[in-house]
């Protein structure tokens, strides 16, 4: 049940979206809907993340919403209670990861050395987050990963774009990558739906 491998095959872009007004919750996971996108990593970075979170897991059933930046096992129990579907850490320790664990809801944990791979294998999970992808060594790191250890799925986040996520997609051991590009502040500040739908539809194309 913790394992997060099935999340990783939802979409091929899991958008990772801050949302400051939770007025924009429902419209924004509607928008990704529109353009094909049936996921989010809403993070817990802002006051009112919990509340975001609880509108998009009521009023969007056609989204899986899970939820990111946790950083505490606190965290990770105020996130389950608002309705999330699945739990993403940056990072991990051992307290937490063996709390989130215990929630029996699939975990994408944050891992960016090989040690921190073994570490999470040890706990049972196949499926990690790559995070920050870009800076940690890329594509190429991953690949390296794979020979040694061909059997963890992972998604790469951090510093990805519309642009770059085709040379992590075509690993073997990358299903999804995970981004903040489909949501730009901006846009999600003057509610132009209408943009976010079309950077979903051009994400979802990465799957095809
Ligand atoms: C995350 O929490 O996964 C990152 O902030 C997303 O990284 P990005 O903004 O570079 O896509």
């Not at 609880?54 to 009023?59: D, G, H, Q, S, V």
């Not at 920050?132 to 963890?152: E, Q, R, S």
């Not at 976010?196 to 095809?208: F, V």
């Amino acid at each position: 049940m913790a394992d997060a491998t099935s999340v990783l095959h939802v979409s091929p872009v899991i958008p990772v979206v801050t949302i400051d007004d939770p007025q924009h919750a429902v419209p924004v996971a509607r928008a990704l809907a529109d353009g094909g996108i049936r996921i989010i990593e809403l993070t817990l970075r802002t006051d009112s993340a919990l509340t975001s979170l609880k509108l998009i897991a009521n009023e969007v059933p056609d989204i899986l919403v899970g939820a990111g930046t946790i950083l505490t096992p606190g965290q990770a129990d105020a996130a389950v209670a608002a309705g999330a579907q699945f739990l993403v850490s940056p990072g991990v320790t051992p307290a937490l990861l063996g709390h989130m664990l215990s929630l029996d809801i699939p975990v994408l944990p944050g891992v960016a050395t090989v040690g921190e791979v073994m570490a999470v294998l040890e706990s049972g999970l196949e499926a990690m987050k790559f995070f920050p992808a870009g800076p940690a060594g890329g594509p190429a790191y991953l690949a390296a990963i794979g020979a040694p250890i061909p059997h963890v799925q992972f998604c790469p986040t951090g510093g990805i774009s519309l642009a770059t996520a085709p040379d992590y997609l075509s690993l073997t051991n990358v299903q999804c990558v995970g981004g903040s590009w489909l949501t730009p502040r901006a846009a999600v500040e003057s509610g132009n739906w209408q943009q976010i739908t079309e950077l979903a539809r051009q994400a979802s194309a990465l799957g095809i």
